[in-house]
T-cell receptor, first 114, second 113 residues
């Protein structure tokens, strides 16, 4: 089955710790995205990558970092600098970086900071 | 700043009722418009999209949406809802000047059997 996997499904972190959220896709998509979803708000873009070894900041990149060393993988690190990291994180991909391309989503990771 | 408004955060309907979910955006130029849906326990998925042409677009599962440029709206409709339509619905707009989607806050739809 083609799709996007995210792990773990639930993640708990102590304050001051960095954590890395995994996102893998086997759709052969060039573009990948990380979104944050908070209750009562729309999805907000954290980072996106148009192609391997390239990525750009989205609207709320502060306190986050990413890498794109492989086409199929786009891990997100939530650093201790992120002031309010408790949220639901969604990874997505699309065939290319175009406004016409449908984005496909993973199941999400719910991060809770204790 | 560009924004997308979904005015109804929660909607409760009985089966067979008609549905209309509102979506308004603030960008005045060319836009691409999307509705995504998230069924309970499932991934967010595309319901329908509008790029150009006929402003009335049809999507999966009997949904349709109408683009009204003068009203900056892209409302989602379904003539007769089913219990299986219970989900959260998101409107998203691409302003055209870049490739970033701007998302509405979502509408949680509950259909009573």
């Amino acid at each position: 089955d083609g799709g996007i996997t995210q792990s773990p499904k639930y993640l708990f972190r102590k304050e001051g710790q960095n954590v890395t959220l995994s996102c893998e896709q086997n759709l052969n998509h060039d573009a990948m995205y990380w979104y944050r979803q908070d209750p009562g708000q729309g999805l907000r873009l954290i980072y996106y990558s148009q192609i391997v070894n390239d990525f750009q900041k989205g609207d709320i990149a502060e306190g986050y970092s990413v890498s794109r060393e492989k086409k199929e993988s786009f891990p997100l690190t939530v650093t201790s600098a992120q002031k309010n990291p408790t949220a639901f994180y969604l990874c997505a991909s699309s065939t290319g970086w175009s406004s016409y391309n449908e984005q496909f989503f993973g199941p999400g990771t719910r991060l809770t900071v204790l | 700043a560009q924004s997308v408004s979904q005015h109804n955060h929660h909607v409760i309907l009985s089966e067979a009722a008609s549905l209309e979910l509102g979506c308004n955006y603030s960008y005045g130029g060319t836009v691409n418009l999307f509705w995504y849906v998230q069924y309970p326990g499932q991934h967010l998925q595309l319901l329908l999209k509008y790029f150009s042409g006929d402003p009335l677009v049809k999507g999966i599962k009997g949904f349709e949406a109408e683009f009204i440029k003068s009203k900056f709206s892209f409302n989602l409709r379904k003539p007769s809802v089913q219990w299986s339509d219970t989900a959260e619905y998101f409107c998203a707009v691409n302003p055209g000047s870049n490739y970033q989607l701007i998302w509405g806050a979502g509408t949680k739809l509950i259909i009573k059997p």
